[in-house]
T-cell receptor, first 116, second 111 residues
Framework: GAVVSQHPSWVICKSGTSVKIECRSL??????MFWYRQFPKQSLMLMAT?????????EQGVEKDKFLINHASLTLSTLTVTSAHPEDSSFYIC????????????FGSGTQLSVL | GEDVEQSLFLSVREGDSSVINCTYT??????LYWYKQEPGAGLQLLTY?????DMKQDQRLTVLLNKKDKHLSLRIADTQTGDSAIYFC???????????FGKGTSLLVTP
């Protein structure tokens, strides 16, 4: 069964509005979750590492004020795209690690964001 | 970041074997992965290999790792139409558990 639940699967919003994407780990606790972004026909790019109870670590070039990450519990991380613009339209995917060495990464089903 | 390269497209006939190749540059990678992505869906972990191994087999999947050449391959035996998808190679690098991904190989299986 699914290890990671991501919601919503797709969202269409108007330019200037904010969108929240949820990532839940099912049946286990995840102290660390990752957020990726994928443009059409391109690879996934890591946006940020979400740490439970502390601030997220953002990759270079990712605006922390625009992509707000909250990891308030061991099973839930949220990514909020604030003041969305058409160039933010993309496929966003979260992942969590399990395994003693963190060797297994499981991904959510992704969220397709379209900003009009 | 470090580069992960893979061919963009592969077409095979149903029943044949598929081999998807990948090269990476970060020699400190602990794990190397193969993921499958179907249209509009998230990534499905197919298999992974620890860097001190050179082969791993899991049912129809065989992963070969040449650490000296930093070359990873995924062989799918008896390829089926349901195997048509994009396959991503990824390495763990030295950044912890986050991964560096290749751009994906689009596998098309024809009847």
């Amino acid at each position: 069964g699914a290890v990671v639940s991501q919601h919503p699967s797709w969202v269409i919003c108007k330019s200037g509005t904010s969108v929240k994407i949820e990532c839940r780990s099912l049946d286990f606790q995840a102290t660390t979750m990752f957020w990726y972004r994928q443009f059409p026909k391109q690879s996934l790019m890591l946006m940020a590492t979400s740490n439970e109870g502390s601030k997220a670590t953002y990759e270079q070039g990712v605006e922390k004020d625009k992509f707000l990450i909250n990891h308030a519990s061991l099973t839930l991380s949220t990514l909020t795209v604030t003041s969305a613009h058409p160039e933010d339209s993309s496929f966003y995917i979260c992942s969590v690690t399990i395994g003693q060495g963190g060797e297994k990464l499981f991904f959510g089903s992704g969220t397709q964001l379209s900003v009009l | 970041g470090e580069d992960v390269e893979q061919s963009l497209f592969l077409s095979v006939r149903e029943g044949d074997s598929s081999v998807i190749n990948c090269t990476y540059t970060d020699s400190s990678s602990t794990y190397l992965y193969w993921y499958k992505q179907e249209p509009g869906a998230g990534l499905q972990l197919l298999t992974y290999i620890f860097s001190n191994m050179d082969m791993k087999q899991d049912q129809r999947l065989t992963v070969l790792l040449n650490k000296k050449d930093k070359h990873l391959s995924l062989r799918i035996a008896d390829t089926q139409t349901g195997d048509s998808a994009i396959y991503f190679c990824a390495e763990s690098g030295n950044s912890g558990y986050a991964l560096n991904f290749g751009k994906g190989t689009s596998l098309l299986v024809t009847p």
